[in-house]
């Protein structure tokens, strides 16, 4: 059925180094969402890209939507230990079904 | 003011026991969800309202049943509960597959 697949399921990093998740969908998407999860808390979203191609970026945070608007993907630059936490990919399916990738875990070495 | 709140925030309970999680939203939103978080932080949609009509459930078992009174309610009742239950349970509300509003999610421990 449709899905939306995220990876890598885990990344670590040395506090500076540079940070990507990936998600990619099976089907055409009308919108991707990106939401940051911190240990203990709950999803808060961070950005809704639309059109196709589109790029968004907030401080050290670049996300991309591809041509096709199947594959999105979040860059973080020179991260810092603030940025810990799962940051998740979702898109909406079917209607108002809102699907999550399965999140990518981020820990910051000091 | 709590834009989505849930409660309990925490719940212990023995297998076979029947539990119920409330969730209530004041951002006059269309759509509320109820979503499970297992030990390895996968989100996986439960059931969907909008309008007060179920419009998605997923194949969960028939012992999770959602309540919408209102739109901007929607409580998760769960029957004779199994060990495999155990996660924590969010409540969030869009408007028109916008932006998705969390509670705090609601850690549910099954005995």
């Known amino acids: 059925g449709q899905q939306v697949m995220q990876i890598p399921q885990y990344q670590h990093v040395q506090e500076g180094e540079d940070f990507t998740t990936y998600c990619n969908s099976s089907t055409t998407l009308s919108n991707i969402q990106w939401y940051k999860q911190r240990p203990g808390g709950h999803p808060v979203f961070l950005i809704q890209l639309v059109k196709s191609g589109e790029v968004k970026k907030q401080k050290r945070l670049t996300f991309q939507f591809g041509e096709a608007k199947k594959n999105s993907s979040l860059h973080i630059t020179a991260t810092q230990t603030t940025d810990v936490g799962t940051y998740f990919c979702a898109g909406p399916v079917n209607n108002n079904d809102m699907r999550f990738g399965a999140g990518t875990r981020l820990t910051v070495k000091p | 003011d709590t834009a989505v709140s849930q409660t309990p925030k925490y719940l212990v309970t023995q297998m076979g026991n029947d539990k119920s999680i409330k969730c209530e939203q004041n951002?006059?939103?269309?759509?509320m969800y109820w979503y499970k978080q297992d030990s390895k932080k996968f989100l996986k949609i439960m059931f969907s309202y909008n309008n007060k009509e179920l419009i998605i459930n997923e194949t969960v078992p028939n012992r999770f049943s959602p309540k919408s009174p209102d739109k901007a309610h929607l409580n998760l009742h769960i029957n004779s509960l199994e060990l495999g239950d155990s996660a924590v349970y969010f409540c969030?509300?869009?408007?028109?597959?916008?932006?998705?509003?969390f509670g705090e999610g609601s850690r549910l421990t099954v005995l």
């Open positions: 951002l006059g939103h269309d759509t």
């Open positions: 969030a509300s869009t408007y028109n597959t916008g932006e998705l509003f």
